[in-house]
């Protein structure tokens, strides 16, 4: 009995796997129309643009960074600072509603992964040697986010 039921589960569960799969390829496609071929590679593959590259790394003019891909609201001009890591650094999400924080284990590192709340898109990872009053570092690729001035 136990033997049967753990069929169904399993039959249930590669059931849901085929159609997360389906629904993932129908909105990739959409995606693949929408963003640019880098900002795919870090949005939708979880990519990393090469330090010092991006176009927001040295903005500092006031505003609000949105999520390139769905206009998702993710930082403020008043929370980023110069990390000198190469890539636009916050010490504070606008609003912890916004955003997935999401334990990352991926190439060997213990890293947290920065994930759109609306769109699931990747924006970056989270480190815990920012400066004060966070000490939190959001280091996140230029490439997943878009600048609103204020
Ligand atoms: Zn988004």
């Keep these: ?26 909105s990739d496609k959409d995606w693949k129309e929408k963003l ?30 949105l999520c390139a891909a769905c206009g998702n609201e993710l930082f403020t001009s008043e929370t980023k600072f110069d990390s000198g890591s190469g890539w636009p650094s916050f010490n504070d999400a606008i609003n912890k509603e916004n955003i997935i924080e999401k334990n990352d284990n991926s190439f060997g590192m213990k890293r947290i992964e920065v994930i759109c709340k609306k769109c699931g898109g990747h924006l970056g990872h989270l480190f815990d040697d920012g400066p004060l009053p966070t000490r939190k570092r959001y280091c996140i690729n230029s490439l997943s986010l878009k600048f609103k001035n204020k």
């Design 1 to 26: 009995m136990i033997f049967f039921i753990r069929i169904r589960d399993i039959y249930t569960l590669f059931h849901i796997i085929y159609i997360m799969i389906n629904e993932i390829k129908k």
């Design 36 to 65: 640019t071929p880098d900002q795919y590679m870090v949005l939708r593959g979880k990519g990393t643009e090469k330090p010092f590259t991006g176009e927001l790394l040295n903005n500092k003019k006031k505003g609000i960074y």
